[in-house]
């Protein structure tokens, strides 16, 4: 059963399990249908999997934000990686700030638009995966391109924060020209 269903007409929610009824619908106070520790398990990880959406919404604003190199390294782990096919590499902050700065010099504009995340908590750590669509402006020759990919992520909490371990930009994708499109 999804957060949602239909049962008979009726509709019923998570929200329901919480209500515990009788066999006609009718509130039966004092006992409950589902663990407190499953409950509180559940929450956790929508809560984990909505803080992660909004790491990933930040790291888009940041990379929007002229791929601001300071504010960078603050989602992501002191062991980061970051990692694109054709485009670079860095390990940890020192390096990620250098690579964002190298953007700065490429780049003259991006709007980065990620979408239908797939995300997988364990504990502490999580995977996820989006995908990717951008216009873009290359400050040489002021080129204007459609970009797009599908990211790779492994996320780390530390000190009950989500940042970003390890993000891999790849395929399938492609860098098209404004005018003409990819086709």
């Not at 509180?40 to 919404?57: F, S």
């Not at 390990?91 to 690579?99: F, I, N, P, V, Y």
């Not at 992520?153 to 000190?159: D, F, G, L, M, T």
Request: charged residues 25%; proline residues 4%; hydrophobic residues 35%.
């Amino acid at each position: 059963m999804g957060l949602l269903s239909r049962d008979y007409g009726r509709v019923t929610t998570v929200a329901r399990q919480l209500v515990p009824t009788d066999d006609r619908g009718h509130t039966t106070p004092g006992t409950a249908s589902m663990p407190d520790a499953d409950i509180l398990a559940r929450l956790t990880r929508m809560e984990d999997i909505e803080a992660i959406k909004q790491l990933k919404a930040m790291y888009c604003e940041i990379c929007d934000d002229d791929h601001n190199p300071d504010r960078i390294v603050t989602i992501f782990t002191r062991d980061c990686i970051w990692e694109g096919r054709g485009i670079g590499r860095a390990e940890g902050h020192q390096q990620l700030h250098a690579l964002f700065s190298s953007f700065q010099k490429m780049m003259s504009f991006s709007q980065h638009m990620t979408m239908n995340p797939r995300i997988e908590v364990n504990g502490d750590t999580a995977k996820g995966t989006w995908y990717f669509l951008g216009p873009f402006t290359f400050r040489e020759g002021n080129q204007a391109k459609w970009q797009a990919a599908r990211y790779q992520e492994e996320y780390r909490k530390e000190a009950g924060v989500w940042k970003i371990q390890h993000l891999r930009v790849r395929g399938p994708g492609f860098s098209a020209d404004y005018k003409t499109g990819w086709a």
